[in-house]
């Protein structure tokens, strides 16, 4: 058999694996400190000195980059997380059991679904003031209603498959049937549902920091940078360029490795 | 030979307040193979999910001695979870009822695979991986791994090619001999019937219309449905 290169795992495989790399570098190292301003390296260009140039404060844009980075990943991962954790477990319990628990649960997510997510991100935000937390745990929560139905729906084809049956009659417990059985036969709707999720998480944070009730500054998110930078885009692009260039590697990384994952699966 | 395993008397089972079976009753001996024929949508499946508790709207009285009866399916393609590997799904009866260690289950799986003639290298496979006729073979290995004495077939050739049908059926003939089990053979097709059973019920619109032993059944048929049915093989 000749040798294919799967083209998806290795560029999304290099470009993830070297997004990782600059946000763990982030967290310990940044040429300059990421808030330090310097009016004499004001809209400094792309030099060896600043690698990306700097913004209208002077402050380096690669250390803020990196930083951003960071900020950026751990603020869609944990949204990321608590949608799917949550989702899964009302998905699964909806789904399988149906009937009044189903009902109730489902009226519930479809209240939660009518509330814009900007609005449930305000109304957490002014209970419990701005910052990384809130917004993860804000757009978490309005991440939570499409998750569950996803689920809900995958349960709902899976649950009277003769696998199901023949899982119980061999005496598997409802739980495991649920989350040992059934589970694992949906990884690739999971896997494609937590991708376009994780990229709709950047975007909503991206979103948050541009009405300024996302990440404070000086704490730089890629969002944040590219919403500082739009008053500037044409007399200094490098502000908005970079970071852009970077959240759309990073995202097009995860997206690559997600369909090379998926493909793998269902071959 | 008179040792019952299943014993079932005037059971009706309604589906969303609709009657689907009627006054059902038959009896089915240790070591015995009973075979249940009628047309499609007579009620011959939904007669088997009763019989295992998945379908519970009944009334009447269902019997059965047998510990965990199994079932296998008519489908090889839906029976067999395709997210995990053949290893694991024969493992999996074992793991939730007996106390076996993780070497010792192995080696019955090994056992079990050997004897419904497949390769032991196939448990490091998936469904996907598997032929048709392999694929009922696991199902058959995979109701076999708790001993069961009584096991439901729900049209477990229907969905193969004629060939492998013969195989299979030859496996289940010489499995049932060997494991002296007592077998619901459900089936639409005549032929299939006479060569595994003992008994014959043939069912037509959710009730049995004629019951008897197989060669009774085949050579002086009483009802006239049943005649009918033989005509059409014929």
Not at chain 2, 38 to 59: F, N, V
Not at chain 2, 186 to 198: A, E, G, K, T
Request: proline residues 3%.
């Amino acid at each position: 058999m000749k040798k294919q290169y799967d083209y998806n795992l290795i560029i999304g495989a290099v470009l993830t694996v070297t997004m990782l790399f600059l946000i763990l570098l982030g967290c310990f190292y940044t040429p300059y400190d990421p808030d330090a301003m310097d009016s004499a390296a004001k809209f400094a260009g792309v030099s060896l000195k600043h690698l990306m140039g700097c913004d209208q404060f002077g402050r380096d844009i690669f250390s803020r980059v990196l930083v951003g980075l960071g900020t950026t990943f751990y603020v869609a991962f944990g949204t990321v997380c608590i949608g799917t954790f949550a989702g899964i477990i009302l998905g699964a319990v909806t789904g399988f059991f149906g009937g009044v628990v189903d009902e109730i649960l489902m009226r519930i997510t479809d209240a939660l679904f009518a509330i814009p997510s900007i609005l449930l991100a305000l109304v957490v935000i002014s209970l419990f003031g701005s910052g990384a937390w809130q917004v993860m745990l804000s757009l978490g929560i309005a991440f939570v209603p499409s998750f569950a139905r996803i689920v809900r729906g995958e349960f709902l084809r899976l649950k009277d498959m003769d696998y199901v049956q023949s899982a119980r009659l061999a005496g598997a417990g409802k739980m495991r049937i649920m989350f040992v059985h059934i589970l694992p036969n949906m990884r690739a709707v999971l896997l494609s549902t937590i991708m376009i999720g994780f990229n709709n998480a950047v975007l909503a944070e991206a979103g948050l920091s541009f009405l300024g009730i996302g990440v404070q500054p000086p704490q730089s998110s890629l969002g944040r940078m590219l919403s500082e930078a739009q008053g500037y885009i044409f007399s200094a692009p490098g502000c908005a360029l970079f970071p852009g260039i970077v959240l759309v590697l990073f995202v097009l990384g995860f997206v690559l490795l997600a369909e090379a994952f998926q493909e793998r699966k269902t071959v | 030979m008179s040792e019952k395993v299943l014993k079932v008397s005037h059971l009706d089972v309604y589906y969303n307040r609709r009657q689907i079976l009627k006054d059902i009753s038959f009896q089915v001996n240790k070591g015995e193979v009973v075979g249940l024929v009628g047309e499609s949508g007579c009620g011959k499946t939904t007669l088997a999910k009763t019989l295992l508790g998945i379908q519970k709207c009944y009334t009447g009285e269902i019997n059965c001695v047998a510990k965990m009866p199994q079932m296998i399916f008519q489908d090889p393609y839906s029976s067999l979870n395709p997210a995990k590997k053949i290893g694991w799904i024969l493992e999996e009866p074992l793991k939730l009822n007996t106390g076996y260690d993780a070497a010792e289950r192995k080696k019955r799986v090994e056992e079990m695979l050997q004897r419904v003639e497949l390769d032991t290298t196939l448990a490091d496979r998936f469904p996907s991986q598997l032929s048709g006729g392999q694929r009922q073979r696991v199902s058959i290995c995979q109701a076999l791994m708790l001993e069961p004495e009584f096991i439901i077939a729900d049209e477990p050739v229907s969905a193969l090619d004629v060939t492998i049908q013969a195989q299979i059926l030859e496996l289940l003939k010489k499995l049932q001999r060997d494991m002296q089990l007592s077998l619901l053979f459900i089936s639409h097709d005549l032929r299939v019937v006479y060569q595994l059973c003992d008994k014959v019920l043939i069912m037509k619109d959710g009730s049995i219309v004629e019951s008897g032993n197989t060669e009774q059944i085949y050579f002086s048929p009483q009802n006239e449905y049943t005649k009918l049915l033989l005509d059409s093989k014929n």
